[in-house]
């Protein structure tokens, strides 16, 4: 039997704080500021281009 990948196996958890963003989140885990990146995280959020991170939301990082 094939073991089912729990959501917790595909992200990791980040609280967002003071000063940050899309960029600097995805610099933060993926080393980088690919924009397609940052459609990761977004998409994995269910966020468009227009929303913003509030301070303490916990969103969701998809791992690589």
Known sequence: RQRQMCI???YD???VKAGDSFI???KQ???NENM????L???ANN???NDEL???MEIKIPRK
Request: with cysteine; glycine share 16%; charged share 30%.
């Open 29 to 31: 885990f993926y080393g």
């Open 8 to 10: 917790r196996d595909r």
């Open 13 to 15: 958890t980040y609280t």
């Open 47 to 49: 966020m468009g281009e």
């Open 36 to 39: 397609a990146d940052v459609g």
């Open 24 to 26: 600097s989140i995805c």
């Open 41 to 43: 995280i977004r998409d």
């Open 54 to 56: 509030l301070i303490g």
